[in-house]
Each structure stands twice: as C-alpha cells, then as structure tokens.
C-alpha cells in the first residue's frame, strides 16, 4: 500500500497546481495517529520547513503556516488505520518466522 501526502492550491487564473509527497510505509503508523491526533483534539497544525545543510547544519525556513484538518469519512481513516496495522502485523509474523529455524 502507498500512502501520500498530497497538497493543492490553484494560480490566479484558477488553474489547480499540486504536489504529491511519498510516505515511507515506516512512517505510516506515525502520520496517521498524528492525524487523529490533530482531528481529536481539533487544534490547527503548524507547517514550517527547516534547511539540512551537507554539513549538517540546520536553519528553519522563513515560511510558515497554520490549518485544521477536517475528516471527510470517519470510518475510511479508521479502516486505512487498521488496513496498516494488519500489514505491520503480518510483517512482524513473517519477520519471526523467518529468524526461527
């Protein structure tokens, strides 16, 4: 399964424009409770973005900004929720049936 972020907004001439994130499946289980999290509570979301140098040095950018998430289908996000939990469990299985001899 593939799970994106995906963020839209339009030009002056209300053309759409948009940009597609990938969501490593490590992280699946994380983003999506921070979402729930965010629509529980119904607090807004902060977005910033930071700088990683090769060096490594961090710098955060001059951009930021604040929305709230709205659920469309309460029961779709439950069901990708346990969609990703079932795929965790059946890697965990298969990762202990491969180290037993």
Not at 12 to 22: A, T
Not at 30 to 37: E, M, T, V, Y
Request: cysteine-free.
């Amino acid at each position: 399964m593939k799970l994106r972020l995906i963020l839209k907004t339009s030009t002056k001439k209300n053309k759409e424009v948009n940009i597609k994130f990938n969501i490593a499946p490590s992280k699946h289980i994380g983003f999506i409770n921070f979402i729930n999290l965010a629509l529980k509570q119904d607090l807004p979301i902060e977005l910033s973005f930071e700088k990683v140098s090769k060096t490594g040095e961090r710098e955060e950018s001059k951009i930021i900004g604040q929305f709230k998430l709205q659920g469309k289908a309460n029961s779709q996000l439950y069901e990708l929720e346990e969609e990703i939990q079932n795929t965790e469990r059946k890697k965990k299985k298969f990762q202990q049936k491969r180290k037993q001899p």
